[in-house]
Nanobody
């Protein structure tokens, strides 16, 4: 079982990016999914989380700018990031509870710079 992220890149302040994360392999259930990020020299923080039923929660720093969603038929979670700021620069990691335990993606770099 693995999570594969895509959609990272470089963007100017105020721009947008959409991250995707697909769960692949054999598994019985895909429960909570989330996005974390880790900036250079800082700890990993949770950006947004979404239940299988669609209930979501966000870090205060991204409320109103980021939207997490999921497609259960495609085993995919998305993170739409708008009004990006330089402080959003980080490696973004996908996270999911699959079956009996947590699984992490390999991370995708997001850089916000003029």
């Amino acid at each position: 079982v693995q999570l594969v992220e895509s959609g990272g890149g470089s963007v100017q302040p105020g721009g947008s990016l959409r991250l995707s994360c697909v769960a692949s392999g054999r598994f019985s259930s895909l429960d909570v999914m989330a996005w974390f990020r880790q900036a250079p020299g800082k700890g990993r923080e949770r950006v947004a989380i979404i239940s299988r039923g669609g209930a979501s929660n966000y870090h205060d720093a991204v409320k109103g700018r980021f939207t997490i969603s999921r497609d259960n038929d495609k085993n995919t979670v998305y993170l739409q990031m708008n009004s990006l700021k330089p402080e959003d620069t980080a490696v973004y990691f996908c996270y999911a509870i699959i079956g009996v335990g947590p699984v992490w993606g390999q991370g995708t770099q997001v850089t916000v710079s003029s």
